[in-house]
């Protein structure tokens, strides 16, 4: 099975894969510091902030990418 936005932001960032679809939209996902906060959150939750207006407005696609990577 894939993986998801429901599934934590620590979890996605050590998919290289995953990590790489979310950094398309989110660049800095693995990068940036102040991404340590946010670690624990799922992306949906994540996306949820006004300061991810990109992950939130892609979230389906992403979550169809995510799934894919386990297929």
Not at 13 to 38: C, H, L, R
Not at 42 to 68: C, G, H, M, V, Y
Request: proline share 6%.
């Amino acid at each position: 099975m894939g993986l998801s936005v429901d599934d934590k932001c620590k979890v996605l960032a050590k998919n290289p894969e995953a990590a790489a679809i979310i950094s398309e939209y989110s660049p800095g996902f693995t990068t940036d510091p102040q991404m340590k906060m946010v670690m624990g959150l799922t992306l949906r939750k994540l996306a949820s902030f006004p300061q991810a207006k990109e992950l939130a407005d892609n979230l389906d696609a992403i979550d169809e990418r995510l799934k894919a990577l386990g297929d």
